[in-house]
């Protein structure tokens, strides 16, 4: 007679580390355009100021 316990033996499972949710913050951000490359505006003022020194002759 044949071995029926074959059939019915229990599968082994294996379960894996839930992921870490992901943040939607930051899936939204790179989907976006690229902003403009431009210097900020306080980087502006300080050029501005530095060329108005330079050219007034800032020895003062």
Not at 3 to 24: C, D, E, I, W, Y
Request: no cysteine; aromatic share 2%.
């Amino acid at each position: 007679m044949a071995k029926r316990s074959h059939g019915t033996r229990q599968k082994m499972v294996f379960r894996l580390p839930a992921s870490k949710p992901r943040n939607p913050l930051a899936l939204r951000a790179r989907q976006l355009p690229a902003g403009s490359h431009r210097k900020g505006s306080g980087a502006l003022r300080a050029a501005a100021r530095r060329a108005l020194k330079k050219n007034l002759g800032g020895d003062e």
